[in-house]
């Protein structure tokens, strides 16, 4: 377009400088013309007029001899005439005026030379010349000599009008012509100013463009997100790779372009996630999957997928654009998240079991143990001894079942875990056996920490026994060190996150076989076991459970083939180790007081009774806490304690003993129960003078316990 107004504006100017000089050698043609035909009637007059002195000057002198020169005028004003006569014709700007005049003229001057050629005539017969003769002669050379004039005064008009009409045409033709160029220097600089506009603005487009592409180069290559283009005539081959991309899966750049998405398949990856990915890109449609992938190095990582087909404005496939995202710690947590909820779910499951069979062994071992004391038959007690010992064993389970789902009646005390691995050292050294040597690593100013001795023994007995299990057939060694710990938010863990808090650590190290990198995920999962037999698969969920109940967190490090390290990092508290009670059952005297048994199971409130009974108390029944209370404000004199279940309908437990206390202050308190889930163990039952009772209990805790709550305990010898 511009080009075209280029050519329009050179064109202008040059057919205007053109036809200027057209106009100008047509002006100037003409007005030499009129100059010429000016020229040849000067000469005509001014031989007409020595013609007729030397006609006149012969006739006056009578010199009659002589006319060579007279008529040597006459042919030249005869062939000038004829001249410009012939001229004028020959003229293309002639005009019919022109000849007209001509032949006017040519007339009048062939009488004037008829009229001489008489006179010289009669000059030759009579040698004189009548004054008629003459006058005739003059009147006609003055005829010829006024016509001669006239035509002299019209062609200089018309020579003065050629040249001011050219003087004119040629101002005229260059003041066009300034117009022209002047329109044409416009056009020049109108299209100039387009073209430097146009250019000018094509230049910033480009600038634009470039800027855009770096800015959404810049911002693509700053994104965690993983991006790339596929060209879809090519093979789904990859054309374009960001920096996320290069870093999340450990490819260069260089190595990406030209490959295709199945580069990331490995032998982690689902066949039916690349078999839907395939699909999907022969469909040309797009899909958004979670896929197994692996990087350079073949480790697998999980890949959240979205690839969306491009088309062009012809809906035609072109390219493919994925997306990916490294969301492998996020499939972490939501994995860590589901083995919780569905440790919850079990654990929730299994307090309830647990709980309501700990009633049934109360009331199973109770019965057995009574029957055991009062009977006199040998066998029968035998048998009942056997009950006894099969009732302690399922009392275990389910303490590892209370353990696991974070029930388990808690006793706790402020304890120096030092002083609690030193006394059960020697049992963990007869675990082992002798082709196992134990290593103990006691940090010195180790921390406090307030939690249920009896809980952290079996902690530390079952990750021992695990780690001896572990060992391969010559043995091997296990540490157990302990430290002081300040944790980090970004601390691993498998139970929680814990904020920047003081922790009192305790890790258990062995040289075993360590735990395969397939089922490192599963080892807290109950029941779940790599022993051939015999193994319960509830030890490492039994130490989860307590350590998550007494607000710890537990970490775990191994590698197959060199050993595994299991960390627990408990809170520390202010404060010095409790003292343990020297109290052992044999020392504990006969014991007397009165006592309101407060239990909704009617099984297990008559077995206790009856034990109670057995033991040589008085023995009243509620059984709920209602009852209780209005029991206590007829009986308050009566009843030295009040031996009550922790879960009761209506009204808990502790919402009985706080009534109850509040009413009679002298009366005392103690509990039993087969888990303490929103019960006592939230609070300090030492610091309210609350003892514990745990379910199923035997004749002699029964008594140790009641004697403690009683103040009815013996002296040693």
């Known amino acids: 377009m511009v080009l075209g107004y280029l050519t329009v504006g050179a064109l202008m100017v040059s057919a205007a400088w053109f036809s200027i000089a057209r106009i100008e050698t047509e002006i100037e043609t003409t007005s030499q013309l009129h100059e010429n035909a000016y020229g040849s009637l000067t000469e005509i007059k001014a031989g007409a007029v020595d013609a007729a002195r030397q006609l006149f000057g ?6 009659s001899q002589d006319l060579t020169e007279f008529r040597a005028a006459v042919d030249v004003i005869t062939t000038e ?48 010349v009548s004054r008629d003769s003459f006058d005739d002669t003059e009147r006609v050379l003055n005829a010829f000599t006024a016509q001669v004039d006239a035509m002299l005064a019209d062609r200089a008009i018309r020579v003065g009008s050629s040249r001011a009409r050219r003087d004119q045409s040629l101002h005229d033709s260059r003041d066009l012509l300034g117009v022209v160029a002047g329109v044409g220097l416009l056009a020049l600089v109108a299209v100039g100013f387009l073209v430097t506009r146009t250019v000018t603005g094509y230049v910033n487009r480009l600038k634009q463009r470039d800027e855009d592409l770096e800015l959404r180069r810049t911002a693509l290559d700053n994104t965690h ?15 374009y790779v960001n920096e996320a991309m290069s870093d999340i899966t450990g490819y260069t750049r260089q190595e990406l372009i030209g490959a295709s998405l199945g580069i990331f398949n490995g032998e982690h990856t689902a066949p039916a996630d690349a078999a839907a990915f395939t699909e999907a890109m022969a469909a040309g449609v797009h899909i958004n999957l979670v896929i197994r992938h692996h990087d350079k190095n073949g480790t697998p990582f999980w890949n959240a997928l979205f690839v969306a087909p491009v088309r062009d404005v012809d809906d035609t496939l072109t390219h493919f654009v994925a997306a990916m995202h490294d969301v492998s710690e996020r499939r972490n947590l939501e994995n860590q998240l589901v083995r919780a909820q569905k440790m919850e779910a079990v654990g929730q499951l299994a307090g309830g079991i647990a709980h309501d069979f700990n009633n049934y062994l109360t009331v199973i071992n109770g019965t057995a143990e009574t029957i055991a004391l009062q009977s006199t038959d040998e066998q029968i007690r035998e048998q009942a001894n056997q009950i006894v010992a099969a009732g302690s064993r ?8 209370l353990a696991f789902s974070g029930r388990q009646m808690m006793v706790p005390q402020i304890l120096d875990l030092n002083q609690v691995i030193e006394e059960l050292d020697p049992l963990l050294r007869r675990t082992l056996g002798e082709q196992v040597s134990l290593d103990i ?21 079952n990750l021992v026994v695990n780690a001896r299990d572990a060992m391969p057939a010559g043995g091997g060694r296990i540490t157990i060190e302990t430290g002081n710990h300040t944790m980090e938010s970004n601390d691993a863990s498998h139970v929680r996150d814990d904020s920047q808090s003081t922790h009192v650590r305790i890790a258990v190290s062995d040289t075993g076989n360590g735990i395969p990198a397939a089922i490192r995920d599963r080892i807290f999962d109950p029941y779940f076991s790599t022993k051939d037999a015999g193994g319960s698969g509830l030890g490492l969920s039994t130490v989860l459970g307590i350590v998550d109940q007494n607000g710890g967190t537990v970490k775990v490090a191994s590698e197959e083939g060199a050993g595994s390290t299991f960390t627990l990092y408990l809170p520390r508290v202010a404060g010095e180790a409790t003292s343990k009670p020297a109290d052992p059952v044999d020392s504990v005297a006969d014991l007397s007081g009165r006592v309101l048994v407060v239990e909704d199971d009617d099984l297990v409130r008559e077995i206790t009774s009856q034990m109670l009974r057995g033991l040589g108390l008085e023995v009243r029944e509620a059984p709920d806490g209602q009852t209780a209370l209005e029991i206590l404000g007829r009986h308050h004199d009566d009843i030295d304690l009040l031996l009550s279940d922790v879960m009761l309908p209506g009204m808990s437990g502790n919402e009985l003993a706080d009534k109850a206390v509040k009413s009679f202050p002298a009366l005392r308190v103690m509990f039993m129960s087969g888990y303490a889930e929103n019960g006592i163990a939230n609070q300090d039952p030492l610091a309210d003078g609350v003892k514990l009772l745990e379910k199923p209990f035997t004749m002699n805790e029964l008594k140790r316990k009641l004697s403690m709550a009683l103040g009815n305990v013996a002296s040693s010898s």
């Open 58 to 63: 012969y006739l006056v002198a009578g010199n």
């Open 81 to 128: 005439s004829e001249r410009y006569a012939s001229r004028a014709r020959l003229s293309e700007i002639g005009r019919e005026d022109d000849l007209e005049q001509f032949t006017a003229l040519q007339a009048a001057w062939a009488t004037c030379l008829s009229r001489a050629e008489s006179i010289i005539v009669e000059f030759d017969e009579t040698g004189s």
């Open 225 to 239: 997100v993983g991006i790339c283009y596929m060209d879809a005539t090519n093979g789904n081959a990859i054309v």
């Open 394 to 401: 399922s009392a275990e389970l389910t303490r590892h079942l």
């Open 441 to 461: 690593a006691a940090a010195p100013g180790l921390g406090m920490v307030n939690t249920d001795q009896s809980q952290i023994e079996q902690v530390l007995l």
